[in-house]
């Protein structure tokens, strides 16, 4: 087996006195999709949250595409990157959140430019051309110059989409994307997100949604406590469990 | 809510349709307006009475001494908040910043300068001299204090520093204001922290701010007769120049008030229009 794509090992971290993450590893393999699914406070979104950085884990180690994340080792001792260290590797990744989180102030257009104008200061004409290929991409080359507040939650999701994309990541964090949605409005994201993994994009997604799990997944990993529970392929964790807990919440969130 | 005839009918309710609707007589307000025009007609008639030469409140309007004055306190009341603005966002953001440094220096400005009198400042920038005679950057430049601390300049910095200690807390509950998640998803696509202040987080607070901005920029433009003690000729400082010499002090002083009546009144249209530029995209049919 070559190298994952995507390493983490031993990784632990705590919120004062709550232990989010104790002592997790797990491997994503390059053009895979893994879903994390568990009960909310079961640290599958602080999981994520470490692997770009939006967290800073305990202890333990997190590798992307081969370099360890927010640290360095020099003469035999960890030294912490700088801002503009961590920002540069956060490139990798791409974001997507339960709540959107798209700019009000910008158009849908202006949101996906964003990232390649301001961060990688490419030419805002050539940027434009991609950045309404991406709109076109996710379903909504006609809502380019809408603002969010113009647009639905599952649209606006999709901008988000658009606007992770346009930084060109190489692996894409989708943290409970289809959550804050109204029923009618889950399709149209989960249909960009299986589009996505059609397309070889390595990426790791938090969901409820077991359906998509099922159909999408190349593993899937079960969370709970802060720890891995059981994980492997969707047919086994989804439909045959090993562990008690696992069918216990499965059970729990099918009925 | 206009049932059918039919179904009101069958319901043994009375037919609503056609009927007009009553306007209601609002005594109260009638009364109340009634009496306000009283009181006002009552002010009117006693200043009309009383011992104020109108005709020197038209004369001393437009004398170029007053004019001078009201566009020197317009110049200060925008440059000193100019100033303000600059240093608050740049206070605003040190407080918020990791570096403890920063945080402890940014309160600490906020600290001395909320916790002094502005016209203590004024009078400590304009006798700089007596502490510094000569100031300047060693090796560069450098002049007598007397001649480089001009009223103008004093007024400028005393005013505008002072102000820029008010505006950080402004700018800091703006930017506190702005959702978390709008720094993470900047964050996410690779911006730095400053990149998404500027870019994300600023021009969001802005909207949040204007309002108690427009209200500290009309405190400015008032705040600026301060600066007539230290010799700074804005509008008032020409008022009292005048009537030292004719003894009109009443009329010169409505002539003052109903400058900076002019000024603030053209500052409140403007501030809307700021407030339309920051809304987009806030309200569901922006643009």
Sequence with gaps: MTQPFLAIRNVSKAFGQFRALLNVSLDVQAGTVLCLIGASGSGKTTLLRCVNQLVTIDSGGIWLDGDLLGMQVKSGRLHRLSEAEIARQRLKTGMVFQRFNLFPHMTALENVAEGPVQVHRRKPLEVRDEALELLARVGLADKAANYPAQLSGGQQQRVAIARALAMRPKLMLFDEPTSALDPELVGEVLAVMKELARSQMTMIVVTHELGFAREVADRVVYMDAGRIVEEGAPSQVLGAPNEPRTKAFLSAVIS | MSPGPAQALAEGFPDLQGLPVARRAHVGRWAAAALIVIALLALVRAFAKGQIEWSYVGRFMTVPAIVEGIVNTVVMAVAAMALGIVLGVIVAVMRLSPNPVLRTVASGYA??????????????????????PVIGVPGLWSGRAVDVMTPFLSALLGLGINQGAYTSEVMRAGMLSVDIGQYEAAQAIGMSRLLALRRIILPQAMRVVIPPLGNEFIGMVKLTSLASVIQYPEVLHSAE?????????????????????????????????????????FSGNAR
């Design chain 2, 241 to 281: 120049n005048i009537y030292y010499a004719n003894s009109r002090v009443i009329e010169l002083l409505i002539v003052a008030g109903v400058w900076y009546l002019a000024v603030v009144s053209v500052l409140t249209p403007l501030q809307m229009l700021l407030e339309r530029r920051f809304a987009r995209g």
């Design chain 2, 111 to 132: 600290w001395l300068f909320r916790g002094t009198p502005v016209i203590l400042q004024l009078l400590l920038w304009f006798n700089l001299a007596l502490v510094f």
